[in-house]
């Protein structure tokens, strides 16, 4: 299975310290957001990887070079000089994709999901990790049924973790090259009950603020005092 990591954003909410660099490339605990996404990769076996680039993206393709570091390979999917939000980018992505089911991860996520369970998930469109609701969006994404299908409502609500498993067909009704947020396909999607799901209770942090930033850096300076690994699982 192929993997992608989404790092076009320019991450607005970050501006502060996005002005001159990528938001992938924010540095904690002396290494880069998409090192960690990488190195999680790797680990859980993937090694042919896509990652895409807009905003700042010649300092993403120096950084990651090839992917060799890491042991892996990298391609780049380059969308140009304005990003064509997340479903756009990764219609945009298919063709080095291929017409299997892949892997999708933000680049801005740090968690230490064990990514290596989803290559035998049963697939519809798509399969989406959830996560409990953080303060910063207590009302949620979306609802999972006991069946493990999730839907736009429910009595009770997930966050989207920003890991995610498509099938390229997820994509067909979508235009090359055209700017699309994942929601309206993800939508329409659940109404064919094509969307599954599953709840993660592990570590996870949506690096979306200055402050969730230097929350992360606080979560590997504790792991190191104790010895711990907080952003990585086999």
Sequence with gaps: MK?????????????????LTPKPLLKVGGKALIDY?????????FSDIVVNLAYRGEQIRHHCGNGEPWGVSIRYS???????????????????LGDQPFL?????VICDYPLARLRDVTLGDAHLVMVANPPHHPGGDFGLGA?????????????????????????????CGSALKLRPLLSEAMRRRAVGGEVFGGL???IGTPERLRELEGTVLLARQTGTNAVAAD
């Design 78 to 96: 380059d969308e140009g000089a304005t990003a064509l939000e997340t479903a756009g980018g990764i219609k945009f992505a298919l063709p080095l």
């Design 147 to 175: 069946d493990g299908q999730l839907f736009e409502s429910g009595a009770e609500r997930y966050t989207f973790s920003g890991i995610g498993v498509y099938h390229p067909r997820l994509f067909d009704s979508m235009q």
């Design 104 to 108: 999708v991860v933000n680049a801005d």
């Design 3 to 19: 993997a992608m990591i989404l790092a076009a954003g320019r991450g607005e909410r970050m501006r502060e310290l996005t002005e």
């Design 37 to 45: 996404a990488l190195e999680n990769l790797a680990r859980a076996g």
């Design 204 to 206: 996870w942090l949506d």
